[in-house]
Structures are given as C-alpha cells and as structure tokens.
C-alpha cells in the first residue's frame, strides 16, 4: 500500500476543487482538483492514489505546491512557460547576419568557432559552440559546401569522357553465347527477351 505521508492542510472545500474539476479544461489542474477533493472527502490515501493514478512521490509533490500557492498551485505552469530568453537582441542578430553576409561575399564563409570568437570579442558574449550554428540558421546560413574534389581530378579528361559517351548509340545490345538470353537497354524502357 502506497502512503504519502505528508498530512494536507486545506484551506478550501471539497465543494470548491469539485467547481474547479467541472470547470477546468486542462487534464492536470483537473486530476489535481479531484486528488484534493476525495482526500478531503474523507478516501484514504492508497484510494485517492489508486483513482487518480498518481504515485506516492507524485502525490507529495502536489501537496506541496498546494500547501505553497494554494489554489493556483493546481494549474498546469508548462504552457505558461516562455523559455529562456534569446541569446542575442534583434539588432544584434542584424549585425551577425550582416557579417555573415561580408564574410560570404569575400569568400571567407564563418564557421561556429569563428561566430563564437566574433560574439566573444564583439558583444562580449560567451556561448556555445552548438548555439553559434543555431543562430547562423536563424539568420539564413548553412553549413552546406561543395562536395570536395580529388586533387588529382583531370576537367579536360572529364569532358572528353562526356563527348565520347554522348557518342555511344542510345540502344545497346548485348548477347551472350553461354546463355540464351539477349539483354536490350536503352534510356526509356529495360527489357529481357528469351531466345
């Protein structure tokens, strides 16, 4: 049998959580409106938990944001919260994209250790390095990059490769003598014909 051991000191009646059950819209505050009002109905502790399924932790927990902010304590906080506040301002967003943007125009794209260092010396801002990439996708910019080359790559073997190719027929036809099947190809359709 779970007990929760922390003796509830109401400061409201049943009638008042069973209002706030029937009006509230929200599955939580609702859950902790009728938890209150069975309890103070008189239902035991592992039948209270037993029919609104929380666990004994749980249970302390709500008795005790009830005991700190009464009835406001039984309200959901999480779409209330906003999150942390935005690393950099509006103007200074401006001003990182305007050097992203220079730096791009001159060939020189930023990476995320160059934004931090930037941020660092510029707005005297320590952030990490996995922050710096977020705000370079706010402001437009990405990491992709060409794919990189072999050095050794030849242009002019390359496109007199294309020209030969260009040349091939578009309908090649191959038969082999050990099986009688002839394969024919072309860009359109691909087919196997028996002998």
Not at 12 to 33: K, M
Not at 84 to 100: N, S
Not at 135 to 148: D, K, T
Not at 163 to 174: D, F, I, N, Q, Y
């Amino acid at each position: 049998m779970q007990k929760f051991h922390l003796p509830i000191q109401f400061q409201h009646s049943a009638a008042e959580f069973w209002a706030i059950y029937r009006a509230s819209t929200c599955a939580v505050e609702r859950r902790r409106a009728q938890f209150f009002a069975l309890r103070y109905e008189g239902k035991s502790e592992a039948d209270t938990l037993e029919l609104t399924k929380y666990s004994a932790s749980a249970a302390r927990l709500i008795i005790q944001r009830y005991h700190k902010l009464g009835l406001a304590g039984l309200r959901d906080g999480r779409p209330l919260n906003q999150g942390a506040p935005t690393l950099l301002t509006a103007a200074e967003q401006q001003e990182l994209a305007a050097q992203l943007r220079e730096a791009l125009d001159q060939g020189r794209p930023w990476d995320g250790p160059k934004v931090q260092a930037w941020l660092k010396e510029r707005l005297g801002k320590t952030v990490h390095i996995a922050r710096t990439y977020e705000l370079m996708r706010a402001a437009g910019f990405s990491l992709q990059q060409p794919r990189p080359r072999h050095v050794k790559s030849d242009k002019a073997a390359k496109e007199a490769f294309r020209a030969v190719r260009e040349s091939w027929p578009s309908k090649l036809s191959v038969h082999c003598p050990l099986a009688p099947v002839n394969v024919t190809c072309c860009p359109s359709q691909c087919r196997v014909n028996g002998p």
